[in-house]
């Protein structure tokens, strides 16, 4: 071999050994960019939830462990202070995926390009206050931030109502914030449907991750129907249905449904105040499986835009089984409904076409 062949074999050599480096410069590099952050804006932020549900969005409970996020609060002006308060802890927090942190009480700077809308904002009952006055106090607020939502949120902007009443706030903010389509409007019956499962773990003695596949249909009140005929257990024969394995179909159609319905009751009872931490925790489970997907096989609950499926007035917010893909719901399909869950399905529907004529009665 001769020189110049030696040269030109050492050319091709050492442009491949550094094309190869470049290639797995390029890998290595793309697989540590870091995501955009997601912009998260939670109303109500200075409350009870608020401050459960804070650290678990710094934290990647809501989004994941590798996505950034800023996070937008919003409070009203009396809250001003306390607001401050939480994202001085949140600096303090030093959370390494949180990107920064808007307090606010300006709806407009709120709103302002976000991703994701957590809705914990309301006006609470309080003793000696008619149903109708909390009613009219929360639709004028959901009516308020739907129009904020609309103009100032990023476009496909996904939005989860949370504040009671929660089905009735989100169908306001729907019909209100028409540009944002009914896909991205949801309100929060996880809390519901997650009570329901760890009721079940607890009869069989079993892990609350083995039980999947609950229904709770409806409004997120006392006539919410937590049904346990579709689910089912893994155990080390296989998936077995929580009907069969628990063979008591008097406490499945009594005391199980009565103990979720009244579940918040009985913690405001306890605690002296409402739920917070399995709220915040319900929150993340809601965002993070429409965000990031249902597992294989599973479904959960979510309040969402009726399609007319079961026999639901269409554009009611009622709560439905679903899966969530890319980013998207659907309602799952084809279950069997016997009379018992009908007439159920069927009684908190009417409950929430009454309250859909109190919201409208109140907003004049
Ligand atoms: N859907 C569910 O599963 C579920 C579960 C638990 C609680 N909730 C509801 O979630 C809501 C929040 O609960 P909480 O315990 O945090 O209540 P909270 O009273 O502690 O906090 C509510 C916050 O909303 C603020 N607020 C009031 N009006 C506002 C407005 N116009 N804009 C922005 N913020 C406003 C208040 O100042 C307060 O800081 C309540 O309505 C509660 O009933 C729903």
Same mark, same amino acid.
């Given at each position: ?16 050994? &550094? ?126 931030? #739907? ?6 949120? #990023? ?53 609350? *991750? ?15 129907? %937590? ?34 319905? @009244? ?14 931490? &399995?709220?915040? *925790? ?12 249902? %597992? ?16 639901? @007035? %269409?554009?009611?917010?009622? *709560? ?12 799952? @399909? ?22 859909? *004529? ?7």
């Amino acid at each position: 071999m001769d020189y110049a062949e030696l040269f030109e074999k050492a050319v091709v050599v050492s442009f491949s050994v &550094s094309l190869f480096w470049k290639i797995i410069r390029h890998m290595w590099s793309s697989m540590d960019a870091e995501k955009e952050p997601v912009k998260v804006l939670v109303t109500g932020a200075a409350g009870q939830i608020g401050y459960a549900l804070m650290p678990m969005i710094a934290r990647g409970v809501m989004l994941g462990p590798d996505q950034p996020v800023i996070i937008h609060m919003l409070d009203i002006e009396q809250c001003a202070e306390a607001l401050d308060g939480v994202k001085m802890e949140l600096i303090d927090g030093a959370f390494p995926l949180l990107r920064g942190v808007v307090a606010t009480t300006d709806v407009v700077e709120a709103c302002r390009d976000v991703n994701i809308a957590v809705m914990l904002g309301g006006i609470p009952r309080k003793e000696g206050m008619e149903r109708k006055d909390v009613m009219s106090r929360n639709v004028l607020i959901y009516k308020a931030q #739907a129009a904020a939502l609309e103009q100032h949120a #990023a476009a496909d902007c996904k939005v989860l109502v949370v504040a009671n009443p929660a089905n009735t706030n989100a169908l306001i903010l729907k019909e209100f914030a028409p540009s944002i389509t009914d896909k991205n409007i949801t309100c929060l019956t996880r809390l519901d449907h997650n009570r329901a499962l760890g009721q079940i773990a607890e009869k069989l003695k079993v892990h609350v *991750s083995d039980v999947k596949n609950i229904v709770v249909w409806g409004n997120h009140s006392s006539t919410q129907y %937590p049904d346990a005929d579709h689910a089912s257990v893994a155990t080390s024969s296989g998936e077995r249905s929580v009907r069969d394995l628990i063979a008591d179909d008097k406490w499945l159609n009594t005391e199980f449904i009565t103990t979720i319905q @009244q579940r918040g009751a009985a913690i405001i009872k306890a605690r002296k105040l409402s739920s917070a931490l &399995s709220a915040a *925790s319900a929150v993340c489970d809601h965002i993070r499986d429409w965000v990031l997907g249902t %597992p294989k096989g599973t479904w959960v609950s979510m309040g969402v835009c009726s399609d007319g499926s079961y026999g639901i @007035q %269409p554009g009611l917010i009622y *709560s439905f089984p679903v899966t969530c893909q890319h980013g998207e719901w659907s309602i799952v @399909q084809g279950l069997q409904i016997d009379e018992f869950s009908r007439a159920k399905m069927d009684s908190t529907a009417n409950e929430l076409i009454e309250e859909k *004529s109190l919201a409208y009665s109140c907003l004049g």
